[in-house]
């Protein structure tokens, strides 16, 4: 098993990434050596992941820097780094690893405090491995002055320091940053690929994969929690439910409020025992008296940590609406293909009844207002418009066709 085998469907942003590790073995045995480094290199001191959610690319990221840190004795023999069994491989992939840096965010953005903490942590020498590598899987959640920050250390980068950023399309990052940075876009697995990697690797049952992985359209994490998780199979069919239910205002307004109050509920249960038990470790660190009572000047410190918990709270309520949203998106595109014949497979083949009972009481310049309201609807939620009146909106849209 290779540090590869969870790349999925993306065989030729493999090889490349499999060419510049090599090349960056070389490079590093040259140092080494006082050999003169190889010419025309592929390996670069930044890259750009992009590709629709889905699509691997923090796993692609995730990788390539268990590659870059691979220290199987067959590299000597000809052997491609990214062996997945040696120790530098493995805690690569776990995480442990010392000269690994993955930063992925809870929060609605990475702020320049979080990014000057990167830089500098940029700028020293690895530890133990060869290269340090600093995976940041949410570029596209930087704000401006943080992109600024790492702007810099993109521009004048160490010797042996590697940024590989992740973010869902060029435009998402930085004019300047990008620009520094060699890019590799990832496309979407196909479904047979995704269900083929959810029987081979998580054992589940065919007929369940294959349907996961066509519902989900590819997107292999929501594939995978599709098939292993009961509820979430619930809240989907529960969504795709809501074009049945807004035939009337009171029934618009309705679903609107049960939609808010199922991201709500999730995003309680992910955030309560999360949000405790840092708090227990907080106070206990501050050293927190018996009974509850905190040390003098220390109030700030627990605002500060409150604050960041609500905004973690606010971004899963965010990710669950639009999860929803994007099931939306789906079913109408599903009614779409059924209006005009085509020969696309339908993914919420679970909804059948449903999808032929909206597109037999519709058109297709119907369908395609609808889906333009759930896009708006997400669009209006990106710019932090109050969430129960955007999907109120969206609701509403959706009657009117």
Known sequence: MTVWDDLVGQDRVQKQLGAAARDADALVTANS????????SKMTHAWLFTGPPGSGRSTAARAFAAALQCTS?????????GCGFCDGCHTSLIGTHADVEVVRTDLLSIGVKETRELVRRAQLSPAVGRWQVIVLEDADRLTEGAGNVLLKAVEEP?????????APSLEDVLPTIRSRCRHLTLRTPSVDAVADVLMRRDGIDPERAVSVARATQGHIGRARRLATDEAARSRRAAVLKLPLRVEDIGGCLKAAQELIDTANDDAKQVSEEVDAKETEEMKAALGAAAGGRMPRGTAGVMKELEDRQKRRKTRTQRDSLDLALTDLTGFYRDVLAIQLGSRIAIANGDAQDALDRIARS???ERTLRRIEAVSACRRALDRN??????VEAM???????
């Open 362 to 364: 519709s058109t297709p």
């Open 395 to 401: 609701t509403m849209a959706l009657r009117a066709g």
């Open 385 to 390: 418009v109050a969430p129960l009146l955007a």
């Open 158 to 166: 160490a010797p042996r320091t590697v940024w590989l950023l992740c």
């Open 73 to 81: 004795p067959d590299r000597a023999l000809g052997g491609a780094p």
């Open 33 to 40: 050596t006082g050999e003169p480094a190889p010419s025309g």
